[in-house]
């Protein structure tokens, strides 16, 4: 209980670093005045993809890339923005997209896992509460379930590490190579990316741990019976 909680704390004061940067990077314009909207599509061109289209979806930082309908989907700060942290957001969904057009094999491996994650994320929390109270007294097998079930999301947030990570590194590649952002913005541009990986690295860590602590539970009940 006491290493979720840390790791619960961390990942709050890292969300709200990122919060902080991000708004901060949206208010330092673009030299170009170039939009979120304008540089997705712009670099989609670059990198020859034609069949993703750019759209607006409501929600701060709810910037995504959804490969089944194939649209880079950027928030209206985002969209319509003319800032550092636009542009970085804005390249780095369409780095997705280039790692789908691309058959980036993690990128195929978590659309793969999604349906799968979808289920046992939905189950995961009440099996391992039932398996718990049934590990105590005797029984681990449902425990084992829940597990397993969580094994599954835990991996699908690994697999999600590299595909951020290598969506951030396509982004900025080209952020500097089409100077879309000077030399002054581009560091900020890359700042900002750092910190929106390390919530995926939180996550990630926080997950592998708690699937340990339930395994030794699980260890524990098995000595025990």
């Known amino acids: 209980m006491l290493v979720s909680l840390v790791f619960l704390g961390i990942s709050m004061l890292v ?10 990077y949206a208010k330092v314009p673009l030299s170009n005045g170039m939009t979120g909207r304008e540089i ?5 061109r670059e990198n020859g993809i034609y069949d993703v289209k750019v ?3 409501d929600g701060f930082l709810s910037d995504h890339y959804n490969p089944a309908n194939r649209t880079v989907n950027l928030s209206p ?7 550092v942290a636009a542009a970085a957001v804005a390249a780095h969904e369409c780095g997705h997209a280039v790692q789908h057009a691309a058959a980036y094999a993690p990128l195929t491996l978590r659309s793969r896992l999604v349906p799968v994650v979808q289920i046992s994320s939905g189950l995961v929390n009440l099996v391992l509460l039932v398996g718990v109270i049934m590990a105590y007294s005797g029984n681990p097998t449902v425990l084992l379930v ?3 079930l969580m094994a599954l999301t835990v991996l699908f947030t690994l697999v999600t590490l590299p595909v951020e990570f290598d969506a951030s590194k396509r982004a900025l590649v080209w952020l500097n190579r089409t100077n879309v952002t000077n030399s002054i913005e581009y560091p900020m541009a890359k700042d900002a990316l ?3 990986a390390t919530t995926y690295v939180v996550a990630a860590l926080a997950a592998v741990v708690t699937l340990i602590q339930y395994i030794m539970i699980y260890m524990g009940s098995r000595d025990r019976s």
Do not use: D, P, Q, R
């Not at 969300?15 to 901060?24: D, G, I, M, N, R």
């Not at 700060?77 to 800032?83: A, C, K, P, R, T």
């Open 15 to 24: 969300s709200l670093v990122l919060k902080s940067k991000f708004t901060k």
């Open 40 to 44: 997705a599509e712009k670099m989609l």
């Open 55 to 57: 759209t607006s979806v």
């Open 77 to 83: 700060e985002v969209y319509n923005g003319n800032s």
């Open 146 to 148: 829940g597990i397993i």
């Open 194 to 196: 750092k910190w929106a």
